[in-house]
């Protein structure tokens, strides 16, 4: 209809009298189209309203309009003018979230721009933004015990920016995230700590035991196939080699020391501690009911230890110093299942058929964290976080088979989501060890 207008104008302007009144009419219509062309007039009415919030500054209004325009107008002729605009848009958009120092809105509204419509040339600018962005949000996370997210944006920082200011820092994030080890049936498998790369390291091993720095595992070969118990072996993930440490057939749960250069395991005669040379350094007091060891405090030289009383009853949780002398901690009524010593010593998670509990070693208190029946899971084997901020354990749901990796904070509880290519998750075993601690093994 705009159209006709200016047609049937310029043709009233030739027809009429005199070169001065046409040459008028014909720059009026010309000033007519200039600004029909200028302001978009002959877009549709949202778009024209799109653009008026871009020119108002108002990104966000403006992509969501933009956005409904094409899904309601999929064939639309001019579906590639408004994605331009788009990408024009989501970029701004991005910039003015920095401005506001909103990075987790400021990433996502990037990532529109480097996923969604890539062909624009606003997509050099969005990469060059992203990376103090996704520093940002992952630093953050990963304060807040939020490993998940503090993966996803570091290994993307590394993976898609290779070159960015922020990439030590995001390789030093990664570490602090981390590797988790569980078993899936007989054999021990390893993962990212946000759950990818799932994959199976050791056949044949139980109860895998990171070190501090994530290179090695300790773990049990049993010498029968329904045997929970047996030699202490130690893994070498740079170099895959196997290492006898203890050539036994009832050593269990093994721990590896803070340091990194000792192992211990419970066995019939009391806990025994090895060299990672395979030298044998001491052996704790017999114990009639052995159980399993939780942990390795640094100084002075102690574990966490987990007994029944000899006559039954509750388990007692004791602190054994390596020179022998034992010290109690605490007693609890509830049915234990596992436990698990923060790295920095200050506490140990506890599961039990009512949920999963936190033992203060300063006060020794246990603190009830997660109740079963308010979140209808199971809570089996326990590990702490390497910054000793989050608990994961193996939560069972409605059914036999639904065995699943959990996190729990402060703030949160929510699953940690794995999945192989080609093939289904890997089900965690709720009675065996599971560990975590420093490395990004998997990582691209």
């Given at each position: ?190 993962a990212n700590a946000n759950g990818t790369r799932p ?122 110093r390596t020179a022998g002398k034992t010290e109690a ?116």
């Open positions: 209809m705009i159209i006709s207008v200016i047609v049937e104008g310029l043709l009233s302007a030739y027809q009429a009298k005199g070169c001065k009144m046409r040459a008028r009419s014909t720059l009026v219509l010309l000033s007519i189209v200039m600004m029909i062309l200028l302001t978009g007039c002959g877009d549709p009415p949202e778009i024209r309203n799109m653009k008026t919030l871009m020119r108002t500054h108002k990104w966000e209004k403006a992509t969501s309009v933009g956005q409904q325009y094409l899904e309601a107008n999929p064939q639309s002729k001019i579906k590639d003018k408004v994605r331009k605009e788009l990408a024009k848009c989501y970029l701004e958009y991005g910039k003015a979230l920095i401005g506001e120092r909103n990075f987790a809105d400021a990433v996502v509204a990037l990532e529109k721009v480097t996923t969604d419509y890539k062909e624009f040339p606003q997509v050099e600018e969005a990469m060059k933004e992203l990376p103090r962005c996704r520093a940002d949000v992952g630093r953050k996370a990963l304060v807040g015990g939020n490993f998940i997210e503090a993966a996803n944006q570091y290994s993307k920082l590394v993976e898609q920016h290779p070159t960015a200011g922020q990439v030590e820092e995001a390789r030093s994030g990664l570490l602090s995230v981390g590797v988790i080890t569980f078993n899936v049936g007989p054999d021990i498998w390893m994959k199976k390291i050791i056949e044949n091993a139980l109860d895998g035991y990171l070190s501090p720095e994530g290179g090695r595992i300790a773990f049990i070969r049993p010498k029968t196939p329904d045997a929970d118990h047996g030699a202490l072996i130690l893994f070498d993930l740079a170099t895959s080699q196997e290492t006898v440490l203890l050539d036994v057939d009832n050593a269990k749960r093994p721990v590896i020391s803070t340091a990194g250069d000792e192992v211990a395991v419970m066995t019939p005669d009391g806990f025994k501690i090895v060299g990672i040379d395979g030298t044998a350094k001491e052996t704790g007091k017999k114990a009639s009911n052995y159980n399993l060891l939780a942990g390795w405090l640094t100084d002075p030289a102690q574990l966490l230890v987990f007994h029944k009383k000899d006559k039954g009853g509750s388990p007692l949780l004791l602190l054994e901690v605490a007693e609890t009524e509830k049915g234990l299942r596992d436990a698990y010593l923060a790295p920095d010593g200050k506490a140990a998670a506890l599961s039990h058929e009512d949920g999963l509990s936190m033992l203060r070693l300063s006060t020794k208190d246990v603190i009830d964290l997660v109740s079963t029946p308010n979140i209808h899971l199971e809570v089996h084997s326990v590990a702490f976080s390497t910054d000793s901020r989050t608990i994961m354990f193996v939560g069972k749901g409605k059914t036999d088979s639904d065995y699943r990796l959990y996190f729990y904070n402060k703030l949160d509880l929510k699953p940690l989501e794995m999945t192989v290519d080609g093939g289904a998750a890997p089900v965690p075993d709720p009675n065996r060890t599971i560990s975590w601690s420093k490395g990004w093994t998997f990582a691209s």
